[in-house]
């Protein structure tokens, strides 16, 4: 069965976007945009939130055809642009680029999802990790810490009525001080 991966960018104080959804602070090196291809090209398909895509579909699309583009950027535009996605949004009417849009997250439906082959599933997005963390629906989470306090912003993990117990899986430092906390979630083997 695939998994459902939150793959997330944080600062030390826990936030992924500061004001104005400023990201100018992130530490992606080419080092670090290279593991990246290598997680997310086995994927089965990106999940994200409205907000999250349409960052996403803003720049990704074209990437590879702007000279000052890296060569892992441009070989992320190729994997943003053909890999399947699902965008869970009430707003949205349609989407490009290989783009289904799901109104809500039902159990059924992501476990329907998850019961399919192929790769696993990619979750991108605040608001949409609280609805699957709500629902003890994330396997993994892939949280990588950059080395910046950027004092106020949106916070990746919103409040919760319960605590999630969570098994260290991996730690990974990246040369420009950026690290992996790889943690089995709620939904993963070996948590009770």
């Known amino acids: 069965m695939r998994?459902?991966?939150?793959?997330?960018?944080?600062?030390?104080?826990?936030?992924?976007?500061?004001?104005?959804?400023?990201?100018?602070?992130?530490?992606?090196?080419?080092?670090?945009?290279?593991?990246?291809?290598?997680?997310?090209?086995?994927?089965?398909?990106?999940?994200?939130?409205?907000?999250?895509?349409?960052?996403?579909?803003?720049?990704?699309?074209?990437?590879?055809?702007?000279?000052?583009?890296?060569?892992?950027?441009?070989?992320?535009?190729?994997?943003?642009?053909?890999?399947?996605?699902?965008?869970?949004?009430?707003?949205?009417?349609?989407?490009g680029w290989n783009t289904a849009v799901v109104r809500d997250v039902v159990v059924e439906d992501v476990n329907r999802l998850k019961a399919q082959p192929g790769g696993d599933l990619?979750?991108?997005?605040?608001?949409?990790?609280?609805?699957?963390?709500?629902?003890?629906?994330?396997?993994?989470y892939r949280i990588y810490v950059h080395p910046v306090l950027i004092g106020r912003g949106k916070a990746l993990f919103q409040p919760l009525d319960a605590a999630d117990d969570l098994r260290l899986l991996e730690t990974r430092t990246f040369g420009n001080g950026v690290v992996l906390l790889r943690y089995a979630g709620q939904a993963g083997p070996g948590i009770s």
Do not use: C
């Not at 992130?26 to 089965?44: A, K, Q, S, W």
């Not at 999250?52 to 699309?61: G, K, N, R």
């Not at 990790?129 to 629902?135: D, E, I, P």
């Open 3 to 95: 998994k459902i991966i939150l793959m997330m960018q944080v600062s030390l104080d826990g936030f992924i976007e500061g004001p104005g959804r400023d990201i100018s602070w992130h530490r992606v090196d080419d080092e670090l945009h290279r593991h990246f291809n290598e997680e997310l090209r086995t994927m089965g398909a990106f999940l994200s939130g409205r907000v999250t895509y349409e960052l996403m579909a803003d720049f990704w699309p074209t990437a590879d055809q702007d000279p000052a583009s890296t060569a892992p950027m441009v070989e992320f535009s190729g994997i943003w642009r053909d890999m399947p996605k699902i965008v869970y949004s009430r707003t949205l009417e349609s989407a």
């Open 122 to 140: 990619a979750l991108g997005g605040a608001e949409l990790a609280t609805a699957f963390r709500r629902l003890e629906l994330v396997d993994e």
